[in-house]
């Protein structure tokens, strides 16, 4: 994961696909992977690929909380209703735990801007 997530910070995200695909390879139901490569595709301006992918993890997985984060996020300029409804579930899990303290505040930016 870490070299994918290197890959998308130096705006690679065609290597992030081949990194994360391989992962995939041997983790296919894992949320974590599709979510990080639904945002390489995003990343790379397939939007409709990345989406599904992520909406593949969350089937996988759907305890896998920053795949609804990550929905909302980019939902959010093409589709409020459904936006605001990973948000909310996102919001209604994350409720004081500090591992996704940044995420929970752009979700709450994010909604009230919806």
Not at 87 to 99: H, K, P, W
């Amino acid at each position: 994961m870490g070299l994918a997530q290197v890959y998308l910070v130096t705006k690679q995200p065609g290597k992030a696909q081949k990194v994360l695909n391989r992962a995939l390879e041997i983790l296919p139901e894992d949320a974590e992977i599709r979510t990080w490569l639904g945002l390489s595709y995003i990343r790379g301006n397939r939007l409709e690929e990345g989406l599904e992918e992520i909406m593949q993890a969350v089937q996988s997985d759907p305890y896998y909380l920053p795949a609804y984060f990550y929905l909302g996020l980019y939902l959010s300029e093409s589709d409020s209703s459904k936006a605001r409804k990973y948000l909310d579930y996102f919001l209604n899990r994350v409720a004081g735990d500090s591992r996704f303290k940044n995420m929970e505040q752009k979700a709450r930016e994010l909604l009230n801007k919806l």
